[in-house]
């Protein structure tokens, strides 16, 4: 999540530039999953923004703990960098809840994360194939593009961005 249009957000993405750890990824994932998805499948929250109260129950480290591929190590260490990014809210007395860095989701971003969530919850389901082979489409589409790009004389995907 950055304050970048997507487009430039997807260009450092590919170049690796703000891209999280995995470890750091299924922590927000699991967080995500005990404080938005779960409540709202539930019917327990109305709101569609991330960091409202509306929008999230607030989980516990014992909570994430319960994920068996995790260390309780992992998990904490894992929480601090995402509290030091903004995607996790700030405080370690408070419950843990989704930061203000998702205050700068674009609305396809925010689409993009419920179907992330989704397949994560339903991966076998036919709306997460459905999902998986649209994104394939998608990827394929814009690999033509890049192509194109570079042979137009756009970025080299093999340079980094400093070399732009």
Known sequence: MSGYDDA????????????????????LALVLVRTVAIPRARGELSG???????GAR?????????N?????????????NLRTLGLLRPGHRSGIMPGPAFYRLSQQRAAWLWEDLLMLAAPDSSYARVLRARRAT??????????TSVTAGGPD????????
């Open 157 to 164: 995907p093999a340079h980094g961005v400093e070399d732009w």
């Open 138 to 147: 998608h990827t394929a589409a814009r690999s033509d593009e890049e192509a």
């Open 48 to 54: 569609s923004a991330w960091v409202t109260p509306d």
């Open 8 to 27: 430039a957000a997807n260009t450092l993405a590919r170049f690796g530039v703000g891209v999280l750890s995995p470890v750091d990824r299924a922590v």
């Open 58 to 66: 607030p989980t516990t480290v014992a909570e994430l703990n319960h």
């Open 68 to 80: 068996r591929h995790l260390t309780k190590k992992q998990i904490t260490e894992s929480l601090r």
